[in-house]
C-alpha cells in the first residue's frame, strides 16, 4: 500500500479532498505542502505505534557471523524483539547486549519483530490490506487532530481509529488476546 494513498485517505477523512490532486500530482502551495509534510509525520508516528505496540511486524533471515556476533545494525530491519534464533532447525540460546545478539553457532536462522522505517511520500506501508488503508488513514486523522488543538474531533478519530484496530486484531491470529476473566 503506498504512503500517497494512505494520506490521500486522510485528506478525503478531515474534509481537505482538495489537496488530493495536488499530492498525486506534486504541486502545492505553502499551506498544502505543510499539511502534507503533517500528515507525513503523522503517518510514520502510526505506522510505528502498531508495529511496536498493536500488530508487529515479524521478519526472519538467515545470518553468517564468524564471532557469533550478530550487530543489529546488519539486519534488513530494525529488530524490537528477538523470538527465535535457531541454527539446523534447534532453537538456540541468545544474549542480547546494547549493539549485537550473541549466540552459539556461526550460521542461524533469527526471527525478529521490527520497527518500520521512516517513510516518504512515493514509499510503501510495511503494512499490507490486513490492516489496511483505511485504519491508517484513522490513526493519521487522530493524530493531526491532536497537534492541531482540536481535542474533540481528535477523540472522534481516536475512538473510531480503536474501534477498528480492534476488530482487526481480533481477526489476525498472530495478535490474539486472552480473553478477560469472568467471576461467577
Not at 5 to 23: F, Q, T, Y
Not at 47 to 76: G, H, N, W
Not at 85 to 96: N, Y
Not at 166 to 181: T, V, Y
Request: net charge negative.
Amino acid at each position: 500500500m503506498k504512503v500517497k494513498d494512505v494520506i490521500a485517505s486522510a485528506l478525503n477523512l478531515l474534509g481537505r479532498a482538495d489537496l488530493v490532486s495536488a499530492l498525486t500530482s506534486g504541486y502545492f502551495d505553502d499551506e498544502g505542502r505543510e499539511l502534507i509534510n503533517t500528515l507525513l509525520y503523522c503517518f510514520n508516528a502510526v505506522e510505528d505505534e502498531l508495529a511496536r505496540k498493536y500488530i508487529p511486524l515479524t521478519a526472519k533471515e538467515e545470518m553468517v557471523s564468524a564471532t557469533m556476533r550478530y550487530y543489529y545494525s546488519t539486519f534488513q530491519h530494525i529488530p524490537v524483539k528477538i523470538k527465535k534464533v535457531t541454527a539446523d532447525g534447534v532453537e538456540l540460546k541468545f544474549e542480547i547486549y546494547s549493539l549485537y545478539m550473541l549466540t552459539s553457532a556461526k550460521i542461524i536462522v533469527t526471527e525478529y519483530e521490527y520497527a518500520p522505517t521512516r517513510k516518504k511520500l512515493d514509499g510503501d506501508s510495511d503494512f499490507g490490506d490486513e490492516v489496511g488503508e483505511y485504519l491508517l488513514a484513522l490513526g493519521i486523522a487522530a493524530e493531526y487532530s491532536f497537534i492541531n488543538g482540536e481535542a474533540e474531533m481528535a477523540a472522534q478519530w481516536e475512538k473510531k481509529y480503536r474501534a477498528r484496530l480492534d476488530s482487526i486484531q481480533h481477526a489476525l491470529p498472530a495478535c490474539e488476546k486472552i480473553p478477560p476473566r469472568r467471576w461467577i
